[in-house]
């Protein structure tokens, strides 16, 4: 059974920095590709950042490029994002994915919120 949690979502000031966590269990997390999607209100899903299975590759969407770092521990099952200089259009739910067996895998989401 594929399990994503996702961690560490809050209140945050813009500028401000916050570290997400999601854990994942019951695949092979070693050998997969994971990824952070966001949606706010009213707007569509979209891709946040990717991450190679062994970490050495990463890919960010334009609007967190420079200010958003995704990294992953394959001896802990974890991948992290690391948001700094956070915007009050950064404000969404934070979802970690993976996918195999051609089908995706998501986790309940996390809610990010900058506001002064």
């Known amino acids: 059974q594929v399990q994503l949690v996702e961690s560490g979502g809050g209140l945050v000031q813009p500028e401000g920095s916050l570290r997400l966590s999601c854990a994942a269990s019951g695949f092979t997390f070693s050998r997969s590709p994971m990824y952070w999607y966001r949606q706010a209100p009213g707007k569509e899903r979209e891709l946040v950042a990717g991450i190679s299975s062994t970490g050495g590759l990463t890919n960010y969407g334009d609007s967190v490029k420079g200010r958003f770092t995704v990294s992953r521990d394959n001896t802990k099952n974890t991948v992290s994002l690391q948001m700094n200089s956070l915007k009050p259009d950064d404000t969404a739910v934070y979802y970690c994915?993976?996918?195999?067996?051609?089908?995706?895998?998501w986790g309940q989401g996390t809610q990010v919120t900058v506001s002064s």
């Open positions: 994915k993976v996918a195999f067996s051609n089908r995706d895998y």
